[in-house]
Nanobody, 116 residues
Framework: QVQLVESGGGLVQPGGSLRLLCAASGNIYRIYRMGWYRQAPGKSRELVARSAPDGSADYADSVKGRFTISRDNAKKTVHLQMNSLKPEDTAVYYC??????????WGQGTQVTVSS
């Protein structure tokens, strides 16, 4: 089992920044990719950004140029730096990790609200 704990969400004004942190524990040797998903009210969960062990990353088109994912393989943590936030970024953000065998693990989620 892998446990994921997120922190860093909150309320921010449009144009502001937030930094999310996810820390993994448990059988961390099983972790392959680490990343972030989000789910807004009434919408399905979507990929925001994901990092592979070699440092390569994928981003949703809607966050490219504004969000940056960074990963510490030794500490098994992953950060999401979110800049130039927009009201449409409001959602619950979930940390995710997967294994080479295709098992997904999820954190409990952290709320990000972008509003004036």
């Amino acid at each position: 089992q892998v446990q994921l704990v997120e922190s860093g969400g909150g309320l921010v004004q449009p144009g502001g920044s937030l930094r999310l942190l996810c820390a993994a524990s448990g059988n961390i040797y099983r972790i392959y990719r680490m990343g972030w998903y989000r789910q807004a009210p009434g919408k399905s969960r979507e990929l925001v950004a994901r990092s592979a062990p070699d440092g390569s990353a994928d981003y949703a088109d809607s966050v490219k140029g504004r969000f940056t994912i960074s990963r510490d393989n030794a500490k098994k943590t992953v950060h999401l730096q979110m800049n130039s936030l927009k009201p449409e970024d409001t959602a619950v953000y979930y940390c995710n990790s997967d294994t080479l065998s295709g098992i997904d693990y999820w954190g409990q989620g952290t709320q990000v609200t972008v509003s004036s």
